[in-house]
């Protein structure tokens, strides 16, 4: 790359990460927002509109801001530009944007896109999952006891500290003869020292004695002999080194690994088998840890089928069986997907008496004759925070707090891979905040090949990682799996899109590691 195209590189870098910033500070002061609290200007560019009024269509006339149904409280939309795209676009300046019953999942995308009016006050991609986390952090981590059986997958909320020097006490490192002073030595017989045995007599100088890994070495030792670097006279009764014995080879010197009192593992730290192990070795039968976030799964839609094939206008549920795992995956506990179908009835039932931290509907996110979810969240108060995200696939989806210190909903668009968007955007930044996760490690990669965006949306697109540099694949349409179901990472898109080679953003998936996936017929 030449020094004017790194240095103009820089300068775009330089360039989003300001503006990525002023739409994080404006998501974050959304999250902080409590009714009847005055809440400050967001930044806004020379030139731009006032902010929108809180009192949900004031200030905007009807065809740039749909009116929130009666009992809806709704946070306030930034107005200035912000990444990803916030700009309102029509729907069909995208393929992605006509959702067809045949594929689609929840009543939602059966009734078509989200009128211009939703579109409008859609929040830019990134600042929508600054929003999310912060969500989720907001509230002190829960701490609860749990024996190390049970503590895998989550986060310390509390630090593991050496309860004793590790080792413990000075051990043998191989296998062979401890040994006192210089050789040759007089070879003790006997069974010698074994692991877990109690301390031995001090071993004399010029003396020789068998060992096993892990046992403790008698005092003044000076050091093993590994047996293959021994020799025996048995006639003599004699020890002989077939190689030059140092001061404390082969030993493992109390306190070695840690000192009683070190911190092993700070707060934050995800619980792995390692983990585990290591908590044992220094003297823990329990960790203390946040709990994991819990989840309902409700699934709406009057056309899903649980088994067989399509028929008669009727689909599978391809959401029911996806979403659980992929959750379990992020360190939730979900509880069993539920089928509400479109009876709006049942639908705010069941939110009110969740005791879930996270709610996830399928489809009803959008504005058709029997998508109830507006109405409902409407109806029992719930706050909006996040009413349409400028990404595709998945912008009607949206982010709500039920009630003060109640649960959170993510409503998540009714097209497969549309809701994979909205679980990536809004699900997973908000169920790591909860379990005070670290947030997912944030990196760069360049395309393989050029990545048509929309116009003025965020897209994310599937991906494989193929040495240096990832694959786009194909079928990564809003109704799709087959391109998803392939990837180890989604890439994301700047609106207008990028050429081959460009550097751009990649979330991966919970299993990347461990998919050996091939482009094959994917790409």
């Not at 005092?219 to 020890?239: F, N, Q, Y």
């Not at 009192?261 to 792995?272: I, K, M, N, R, Y």
């Not at 003297?283 to 709406?300: K, Q």
Request: charged letters at 20%.
């Amino acid at each position: 790359m030449t020094s004017h195209g790194r240095d103009a590189r820089a300068a775009e870098e330089e360039r989003a990460a300001a503006e990525e910033e002023r739409a994080v500070e404006q998501a974050l002061a959304l999250v902080g927002r409590r009714p009847g609290a005055p809440q400050p200007a967001p930044d806004r560019q020379p030139g731009t509109p006032q902010p929108t009024p809180e009192r949900p269509g004031a200030g905007e006339p009807p065809s740039t801001q749909a009116p929130a149904a009666p009992g809806m409280r709704t946070g306030p939309t930034p107005d200035a530009p912000v990444p990803g795209g916030a700009e309102p676009s029509t729907p069909a300046s995208d393929p992605s944007s006509h959702h067809g019953p045949s594929s689609a999942h929840g009543s939602s995308s059966a009734h078509g896109s989200p009128s211009h009016a939703h579109r409008a006050g859609a929040t830019a991609w990134a600042a929508a999952r600054a929003l999310a986390d912060r969500l989720g952090r907001s509230a002190p981590p829960a701490a609860h006891r749990l024996p190390l059986d049970r503590a895998v997958g989550h986060v310390l909320a509390e630090a593991v500290v050496a309860l004793t020097d590790l080792p413990s006490f000075d051990t043998s490192a191989m296998d062979g003869w401890v040994v006192a002073g210089p050789g040759p030595w007089t070879a003790r017989k006997g069974e010698g020292l074994l692991a877990g045995r109690g301390s031995a007599e001090p071993l004399p100088d010029g003396h020789a004695l068998r060992i096993a890994t892990g046992a403790r070495l008698p005092a003044d030792a000076t050091a093993v002999i590994r047996s293959e670097h021994a020799h025996c006279d048995e006639a003599k009764g004699l020890l002989h080194a077939t190689r030059e014995v140092v001061q404390g080879q082969d030993i493992r010197p109390r306190g070695q690994e840690c000192r009683s009192g070190d911190e092993l593992l700070p707060v934050g730290t995800v619980v792995t088998p390692p983990v585990l192990g290591l908590a044992a070795a220094a003297g823990y039968d329990a960790l203390v840890a946040v709990p994991r976030p819990r989840v309902d799964v409700f699934v709406l839609g009057d056309e899903l089928l649980t088994a067989g094939l399509p028929r008669e206008g009727l689909i599978r549920d391809a959401l029911g069986p996806m979403l659980a795992p992929w959750l379990r995956a992020l360190g939730a506990e979900v509880a069993e997907p539920r089928r509400l179908g479109d009876d709006a009835d049942a639908l705010r039932q069941a939110l009110v008496s969740s005791d879930a931290d996270l709610i996830l509907t399928t489809g009803g996110t959008a504005a058709g004759p029997v998508d109830h979810v507006h109405p409902v969240l409407a109806g029992i108060g719930a706050e909006l925070l996040v009413d349409g995200v400028a990404v595709r696939p998945g912008h009607p989806m949206l982010l709500a707090r039920l009630a003060e210190g109640g649960p959170c909903l993510v409503g998540l668009p009714g097209n497969p891979l549309a809701a994979v968007s909205g679980l990536l955007t809004l699900a997973e930044p908000l169920l790591r905040g909860f379990a005070h996760q670290p947030a997912q490690g944030r990196y760069r990669a360049p395309v393989r090949e050029e990545v048509h965006g929309h116009p003025h949306d965020t897209r994310l697109i599937p991906v494989v990682h193929r040495d240096d540099s990832v694959v786009p694949l194909h079928y990564n349409g809003p109704a799709m799996l087959r391109g998803i179901a392939a990837a180890d990472g989604l890439a994301v898109v700047p609106p207008g899109g990028v050429r081959s080679g460009t550097e751009v953003e990649i979330l991966d998936l919970p299993w990347a590691s461990a998919s050996p996936w091939t482009e094959g017929c994917f790409t």
